[in-house]
């Protein structure tokens, strides 16, 4: 049984970085890849980053030029780092792996930005 948990969120200024890290535990080889979502207030969840076992990464367009999904395989953690943080990125950020066949979520950790 895989478990993830994310930490890294908090409050901070409007152009302030944080970075989110997603740390996954138990048995870690079914992992093929790593998804941050987040959930902006009245919105749905929607993926903002993604990274799968060849490296290769996707973003959400009004992010990839601020944020920056990595990993340590000799960890298991992924990691987000956002830069130039603004208003619209307050949420609740939630990180997925994909298992086999199963997906699981965090609990998610929150972000605000203050402007």
């Known amino acids: 049984q895989v478990q993830v948990v994310e930490s890294g969120g908090g409050l901070v200024q409007a152009g302030s970085s944080l970075k989110l890290s997603c740390a996954a535990s138990g048995d870690t080889s079914c992992i093929s890849q790593t998804g941050w979502y987040r959930r902006l207030p009245g919105k749905e969840r929607d993926l903002v980053a993604g990274i799968n076992s060849n490296g290769r990464t996707i973003y959400l367009d009004t992010v990839k030029d601020r944020f920056a999904i990595s990993r340590d395989n000799i960890k298991n953690e992924v990691y987000l780092q956002m830069n130039n943080l603004q208003s619209t990125d307050t949420g609740v950020y939630y990180c997925?792996?994909?298992?086999?066949?199963?997906?699981?979520w965090g609990q998610g950790t929150q972000v605000t930005v203050s402007s």
């Open positions: 997925r792996v994909s298992c086999g066949l199963s997906d699981i």
